[in-house]
């Protein structure tokens, strides 16, 4: 039980209530309280975790349920996908830079909080990481995981945490000095996946993008901690220190000239793949959608017989050529723009849905590619004040989950208590 102290409700809620005369036969509770337990814990299963842990409140069965290992294994056999997002607030680089070289930790001390986003029902809940060290920010997601990556110069701590439990699993430091690396993460049922690479320390004052190292363990048994390294093509740029995990591969943007860095985790290999329209491009992302990797990016050239336009590319299986998959209509791009005002922008995708927000501004809208339906988003109402600033938000594709079992092969690594971070 001690290991999950905060689990008894992590989400802050905003109700809204609605009375009626009318009442549904279907839910009749003659009919629910003969229906057997495993069929009830069968639906338990598929609510979605806000859902879930209001249902704990219920009795103490329900309660003890996030314990029960034959519920775990039922809820991992059929619960739903849930392509969700999990926005937080950041500052940009240069900010951790000035307060570090003024004495600073690179965070107030305040208890950090994110913003879980569920596109199908648009509603924001709010999620607090009470147990999180001081000095950490997040860095990427997958598997129901995020890592955590200290905001120190020096070899970097990671942290595996589940957001919605509320549980830590420190990795072993890297062996390399680093400032803002890039960083990319893979889960899977079986196997855990972690390539750092890029802003090398080569001296106290200078970084330069030479090298990334890997961490990798499995369920067969095979571990590599941090044993694999490989040198980063010449002349690249990690500006946004983001990757993206396609099908075994990491993909990051490359900046001066645009072009795409991949990097195929089995081999240990880097190349560079051409971005298209390269020398006409604005603020341009890289997300996976639906097993794909996307492009997207902003057109912009007066001398170019369309229009300026946000667009989206889909990466072929050659692995070479781009094709335009997705346009913002051109109504909406003019009023995305003038919002925008070439500030930038950030995307995230997760399944069919895309996010694109405006740096600076609480405004961003979402692209339900099955649908072909863009919509702007509600402000969060757990964020007071503009985006200048606090930062701005940064999202990540999340898929909440009850159970992380993988975290369990980390177990023989995790001797050293999670305050052995702070320092």
């Not at 069968?42 to 859902?51: D, E, K, M, S, Y």
């Not at 951790?96 to 003024?102: A, D, G, T």
């Not at 190349?271 to 992302?285: C, E, G, N």
């Not at 930062?391 to 909440?400: K, S, V």
Request: glycine residues 8%; aromatic residues 14%.
């Amino acid at each position: 039980m001690e290991a999950f102290p905060s689990m008894t409700l992590p989400f802050s809620y905003t109700f809204t209530s609605s009375t009626s005369n009318n009442t549904n036969p279907w839910m009749d509770s003659r009919i629910w309280s003969k229906l057997p337990q495993r069929l009830l814990d069968r639906v338990i299963a598929f609510l979605p975790p806000p859902a879930f842990f209001r249902a704990r409140c219920v009795c103490k069965r329900w309660y003890g349920l996030l314990f029960s290992n034959s519920f775990l294994e039922l809820y991992l056999q059929i619960s739903p996908s849930r392509h969700w997002f999990l926005f937080f607030k950041q500052k940009s680089l240069k900010s951790f830079v000035y307060r570090n070289n003024n004495g600073g930790n690179g965070d107030n001390g305040a208890t950090c909080e994110g913003y879980l986003f569920d596109p199908y029902e648009i509603q924001w809940y709010r999620l607090f990481f009470a147990l999180l060290p001081s000095g950490f920010s997040p860095a990427s997601s997958s598997g129901g995981l995020i890592i955590w990556v200290s905001n120190e110069a020096g070899t970097k701590s990671l942290i595996l945490n589940n957001p919605i439990l509320g549980s830590l699993t420190p990795l072993p430091p890297t062996l390399r000095s680093r400032l803002f690396p890039s960083i990319g993460l893979a889960v899977t049922p079986t196997s855990i996946d972690v390539t750092v690479a890029g802003d090398d320390l080569i001296s106290p004052y200078a970084v330069k993008n030479l090298t990334a190292e890997n961490f990798h363990i499995d369920g067969s048994g095979f571990y590599s901690i941090w044993g694999t390294s490989s040198s980063l093509p010449r002349l690249c740029s990690f500006e946004n220190g983001k990757m993206v995990n396609v099908e075994g591969k990491f993909y990051s943007m490359n900046y001066n000239p645009f072009s795409v860095l991949a990097h195929d985790i089995i081999s240990n290999s880097w190349w560079k793949i051409q971005a298209p329209m390269r020398r006409f491009l604005r603020s341009p992302s890289l997300v996976e959608s639906k097993g794909k990797l996307l492009l997207v990016a902003a057109v912009e050239k007066s001398q170019l017989n369309v229009p300026k336009s946000l667009r989206l590319w889909s990466l072929q299986t050659c692995g070479t050529m781009w094709v335009e998959v997705e346009r913002m209509p051109q109504q909406l791009y003019v009023q995305f723009s003038e919002l925008e005002n070439g500030n930038g922008f950030r995307c995230v995708s997760h399944g069919e849905f895309v996010v694109i927000s405006i740096a600076g501004l609480d405004k961003a809208l979402l692209f339900d590619m099955s649908r072909k339906r863009w919509q702007w988003l509600p402000p969060c109402p757990y964020i007071h004040g503009g985006c200048e600033e606090d930062g701005d938000l940064h999202g990540f594709a999340y898929e909440p989950r009850l159970a992380t079992p993988v975290t369990g092969l980390l177990d023989q690594f995790t001797q050293l208590p999670y305050q052995s971070f702070n320092g």
